[in-house]
């Protein structure tokens, strides 16, 4: 059974920092890329980053570029996302994904993690 | 970058109905479209991908259709497990988007 369990989450001051990780079980972690998914409260679904199995390509959101870096640890199954210089519009559910094989869409989610940005 | 608009933002529906959401994209995307239900506090599950594919499990009476910048998702008969938000999400190139979501409510 595919399983992503997020955690890192919690609440940061505006231009704090904060280290998001995801543990994947039940599938190749090394053989797929992965994305990172948000949302805020009460808000509609937005994507913030994706990396590919080997770490040669990754992609991010314009909002988040130049702070936020998506990275991975095949060896130990694990996805991350760094965030520096977090904003009060960063605060929202992150959710770790699995990309399917072969198109660009999601098909395992894990519960997710809240990051709240307040002073 | 690639606007996804859906329409409408809020349905109500009974048992039974069919019910349709569309989503249109601000440039054509061929058939990269994808359909996600979220239920309240859950993570999104993957219903459809490249507009018309169904996720293994998902009930047949979901189907998507479209191409361009015209897509729509369908359910046949609405059950009662189908009360939920709905979102399309073009997978045609970065930056990936998500339209603004359709909650379909008991009516």
């Known amino acids: 059974e595919v399983q992503l369990v997020e955690s890192g989450g919690g609440l940061v001051q505006p231009g704090g920092s904060l280290r998001l990780s995801c543990v994947a079980s039940?599938?190749?972690?090394?053989?797929?890329?992965m994305s990172w998914v948000r949302q805020a409260p009460g808000k509609g679904l937005e994507w913030v980053a994706n990396?590919?199995?080997?770490?040669?390509?990754?992609y991010y959101v314009a909002s988040v570029k130049g702070r936020f870096t998506i990275s991975r640890d095949n060896a130990k199954n694990s996805l991350y996302l760094q965030m520096n210089n977090l904003r009060a519009e960063d605060t929202a559910v992150y959710y770790c994904?699995?990309?399917?094989?072969?198109?660009?869409?999601?098909?395992?989610w894990g519960q997710g993690t809240q990051v709240t940005v307040s002073s | 970058d690639i606007q996804m608009t859906q329409s409408p933002s809020t349905l109500s529906a009974s048992v039974g109905d069919r019910v349709t959401i569309t989503c249109r994209a601000s440039?054509?995307?061929?058939?990269?479209l994808a359909w996600y239900q979220q239920k309240p506090g859950k993570a999104p599950k993957l219903l459809i991908y490249?507009?018309?594919n169904l996720e293994s499990g998902v009930p047949s009476r979901f189907s998507g259709s479209g191409s361009g910048t015209e897509f729509t998702l369908t359910i046949s008969s609405l059950q009662a497990d189908d009360f939920a938000t709905y979102y399309c999400?073009?997978?045609?190139?970065?930056?990936?988007?998500f339209g603004g979501g359709t909650k379909v409510e008991i009516k």
């Open positions: 440039q054509s995307i061929s058939s990269w």
């Open positions: 999400q073009h997978h045609n190139s970065y930056p990936l988007s």
């Open positions: 490249k507009a018309s």
């Open positions: 990396i590919k199995h080997d770490e040669s390509e990754n």
């Open positions: 039940g599938f190749t972690f090394s053989s797929y890329w």
């Open positions: 994904a699995r990309r399917a094989a072969g198109f660009t869409v999601n098909d395992y």
